[in-house]
Nanobody
Framework: EVTLVESGGGSVQTGGSLRLSCAASGFIVDDGTIGWFRQAPGKMRGGVAC????????YYENSVKGRCTISSDSAKNTLYLQMNSLKPEDTAVYYC??????WGQGTQVTVSS
């Protein structure tokens, strides 16, 4: 059974930083593709960043390029998303996803102006 548990969300002011974590069990973060999605109120869930375990390639949604960095820790089997220079439009529930099949419960990020 695959379990993904996100943490690290919170409330920050514009320009602040947060690091989200996704602890995985039943899935090796260095295998397959694992990443972050977000869903703001009234909007569809969309991709933020992902990393391929096959070749290490990374993808970032245009609005977060240069502000976010995705990484993983093999020893902890955990995925991270470092988010800097946060903006109010980054406010959303952030979800961890593995291989497009498995989802975590989400962690709330709120950025105030």
């Amino acid at each position: 059974e695959v379990t993904l548990v996100e943490s690290g969300g919170g409330s920050v002011q514009t320009g602040g930083s947060l690091r989200l974590s996704c602890a995985a069990s039943g899935f090796i973060v260095d295998d397959g593709t694992i990443g972050w999605f977000r869903q703001a109120p009234g909007k569809m869930r969309g991709g933020v960043a992902c990393i391929s375990g096959h070749d290490g390639s990374e993808y970032y949604e245009n609005s977060v390029k240069g502000r976010c960095t995705i990484s993983s820790d093999s020893a902890k089997n955990t995925l991270y998303l470092q988010m800097n220079s946060l903006k109010p439009e980054d406010t959303a529930v952030y979800y961890c996803n593995a291989d497009n099949d498995y989802w975590g419960q989400g962690t709330q990020v709120t950025v105030s102006s």
